[in-house]
């Protein structure tokens, strides 16, 4: 009991008892920089679910709307040190959430600097602009014609301070600013950022176009990744450098072993065939020795991109990515489809981190496994197997 009076002056340095008893406290709760009035009556147990808070109507009114959640911490609380500690809370999400609404707008100066400069750079570059002026978009075209966005989100003192800029790059994107710039200095540097990441767009874009991309079904301008379908149930991931996109991209390969092994092979014997000259998805063609098909192509197929045990194509965000190794199958399987399946098996067995079991869907046909989260070897033993390891990468 003691140890409870200590912490709560403590805390509390400006609410003291006013009785022996120590049934009535008066005086100040501080939050964020102010001291507001309230007293509290307790009954002579002490229990807080009886007691009564009085307010300042200052305090009152500031607290207006959270009456109900006041009453249930007061209900709950086991102390009065608790529930200061509570009450404080909730006094500066209300003292927060009234700031917020009762903010001051920005001067006229504000408003009829931004309409100048945005009529200097051309209301057609406006996308977007809210009530009060403070979230903006500009849009702009790089050299290949491709339209990008730039949101400003501007303070109250502009220009003093900088905008906050966002922008749909696969690299950091940073301003120079001074209290003289202006959105058409922001706009400048944007177009510059574009010119700057044309040769990545360009090398992406013809990849989009001209494959069958597997992943991401929707790509941004910031992805740098793509998974790109290959045939026969495997496909190729690359990872680029958008500041050099010419040059070899980090590759790994996912299927089949008597597929995926193969293009390994090839890429590593013509590596040096590389040509930073070429677009990326021509060098890609040199190393590899094949032509990438594209979707029309492999959809008429017999390329199967649904799961063997789900019988969909997306799983939580996933596509399947575990292929049978043998040539007659070579059906596909999402990894946690597959790992749950052989779990449930009475036949699969465990040893250490990798899982063995029969491929649920040829088990009867040939002898092959699969090795998760990638295949990576090849065994004459008729078990899939599940494991931890990397994918087979270059």
């Known amino acids: 009991m003691e ?4 912490s709560l002056l403590h805390q509390f340095p400006l609410l003291l008892p006013q009785n022996r008893a120590k049934t009535v406290y008066e005086g100040f709760v501080t939050a964020q920089g102010r001291d507001f009035h309230l007293k509290i009556l307790l009954p002579k147990d002490l229990q807080l679910k009886n007691a009564r808070l009085l307010c300042s109507w200052q305090l009152r009114t500031i607290l207006h709307g959270y009456h109900q959640i006041i009453q249930q911490r007061m209900k709950h609380s086991p102390d009065l040190m608790s529930f200061m500690m509570e009450l404080k809370m909730i006094l500066e999400v209300a003292l927060k959430n009234k700031q917020e ?3 001051l707008p920005p001067p006229p100066q504000y408003y009829s600097r931004l309409i100048e400069e945005i009529g200097i750079l051309g209301w057609d570059k406006l996308v977007y602009a809210n ?8 849009k702009a075209e790089d050299a290949s014609g491709r339209e990008h966005l730039i949101t400003l989100e501007l303070k109250a003192k502009y220009p003093a301070e900088s905008p906050d800029c ?7 994107f940073s301003v120079s600013w001074t209290p003289q710039s202006s959105i058409v200095s922001i706009h400048s540097q944007f177009l510059a950022a574009l010119e700057s990441l044309k040769t990545f767009w360009d090398a992406m874009d013809e990849i989009d176009e001209k494959t069958w991309v597997l992943e991401p079904e929707k790509p941004t301008r910031s992805a740098t990744a793509r998974r790109i379908a290959v045939g026969n149930n495997a496909s190729i991931h690359i990872e680029v450098d958008p500041r050099h996109p010419t040059m070899l991209p980090e590759c790994c390969f996912l299927g089949a072993d008597h597929v995926v092994k193969p293009l390994g092979i090839k890429l590593s ?9 070429n677009t990326l998805l021509q060098n890609l063609k040199d190393v590899l020795e094949i032509d990438f098909p594209a979707r029309a192509i492999l959809e008429k197929s017999d390329f199967s991109m649904d799961c063997g045990i789900c019988y969909a194509y997306q799983l939580d965000g996933a596509i399947p990515d575990q292929v049978c190794d043998n040539p007659q199958c070579g059906q596909p399987f999402h990894q946690i489809c597959l790992y749950e399946w052989l779990r449930g098996l009475q036949t699969s067995r465990q040893s250490f981190n990798i899982l063995f079991g029969e491929c649920p869907y040829c088990s009867k046909v040939s002898n092959h496994f699969i090795k998760c989260p990638y295949l990576l070897k090849h065994t004459t033993k008729s078990y899939l197997y599940i494991s931890l390891s990397k994918p087979f990468e270059v």
């Open 131 to 138: 009530s009060c002026f403070s979230t903006i978009k500009l």
């Open 269 to 277: 014997r013509n590596i040096h065939l590389w040509d930073p000259e």
């Open 166 to 172: 966002f922008v749909d790059f696969p690299v950091s």
């Open 101 to 103: 609404i009762h903010a």
């Open 3 to 6: 140890e409870t009076e200590a």
